[in-house]
């Protein structure tokens, strides 16, 4: 944990040995490249920076998400949640969306959030299907618990998959109980929904160094601008 206090120490929850996961190149219906990769911790301040306008952006419940999301990268970075990861989107090293979640324990793992900044080319949904893929594929999980905060999301997770119902479970995000991604169900998704390749060149992993943010204006407006994709 390198140097803290005792009390952080109490502070902050066990951490389970969780494996990287390995950046990917998406290429977009637009024919531009998408490299997704993990966040480190020190870079979870240009994510805030990213959700902030959104806030306020009623649309699609944008300002649900932004506003749950902004409170969980701060617990990542600030180690107050258990075993949590971040991952991102990245277009030329602009920032296209994010998603993140859990590990409940060896078995489990419970996806929170995904927000999508480049609309209209399927990011939220290649994001998220990279999420599932983290938790089966690499973490060697068996299920994953998912829930939906909007129409499009309800449609994208739960009807794309399919999705089964897990109700005897409480998601942690509160609302409506569990629904469920079996591994055999995700496998059995994946040559439609897992999308990318391996490795990634060292140019689109140099492009995707840094966090590059569209900023404000352009954030607020690819979010409420367009009509295809959803957080």
Partial sequence: M?????????LRPPAMDMPVYPPKAITLASGETMVVRQVARDEVPKLLEAIYPLLWVERDFYDVVAARLFGELLAYKRYRVKDEYVLA????GVLAGMVNGRLVDEKTGMSYHTLTIRRGLRVGSHLF??????HIEHCQQ????IVA???IGFRRWMIE????????IQHELGGVPSWVLPKETYYSAKPRLVSGHRPVSEALLKSAETIVLPGD???VR???GEKEESP
Wanted: charged share 30%; aromatic share 8%; no cysteine.
């Fill in 161 to 168: 998959y399919p999705l089964e119902k897990k109700y005897e």
């Fill in 2 to 10: 390198g140097n803290i206090s005792e009390l952080e120490a109490l």
């Fill in 129 to 134: 299907a990279a999420k599932m893929e983290y």
């Fill in 89 to 92: 989107g990245l277009i030329d």
């Fill in 149 to 151: 905060e909007s129409p």
């Fill in 222 to 224: 690819q979010v409420a």
């Fill in 217 to 219: 204006d352009t954030v």
């Fill in 142 to 145: 068996e299920e994953v618990l």
